[in-house]
């Protein structure tokens, strides 16, 4: 049951991450620069549905990436990771509700997904081990 745990969370977190870059590299109008990087690896067909993608995707990706890091905390108890984890999602649903008014609210939402895709690369290439057991990591 745990090693299912852990496979859901490293998945869910790269899903999340993954599905929120590309959701953001559809919208041209919103996301100019990673719009251009996307047309350029061959995403430029999805412009059409910019709306679904800023709206409901982009959201949603983010809302899985939190869950799933939080939830992380259960399998790997590091709160460093979870928090690093968490952060990227948390700014990016900001700058898209209530800081999407300011003209800085893009440059937050592309330090998000930076941060999404960083901490996405730091658990392939150095995954969360348990540092403690159920007994010590009680707190």
């Known amino acids: 049951m745990t090693n299912l745990f852990n496979l859901l969370t490293r998945i869910g977190d790269k899903a999340g991450s993954l599905g929120a870059l590309v959701s953001a590299m559809g919208c041209a109008m919103c996301f100019p620069a990673l719009a251009s990087l ?3 690896v061959g995403l430029g067909f999805l412009s059409q549905w910019e709306g679904l993608f800023i ?3 982009l959201p949603l990706f983010a809302w899985v990436a939190l869950v799933i890091n939080g939830l992380g905390w259960f399998s790997h108890k590091q709160w460093h990771r ?3 984890g968490m952060l990227g999602p948390v700014l990016l649903l900001l700058s898209l509700y209530p ?3 300011y003209g800085w609210s893009s440059y ?3 330090l998000a997904l930076a941060l999404m895709v960083v901490v996405s690369l730091w658990d392939i290439f ?3 081990n ?3 057991d159920d007994e010590t990591c009680a707190t």
């Open 108 to 110: 937050v939402t592309y």
């Open 55 to 57: 709206n409901t995707l």
């Open 99 to 101: 800081f999407f008014q």
């Open 38 to 40: 996307g047309a350029a």
């Open 130 to 132: 348990k540092r403690c």
């Open 126 to 128: 150095s995954p969360a």
């Open 82 to 84: 979870s928090l690093l």
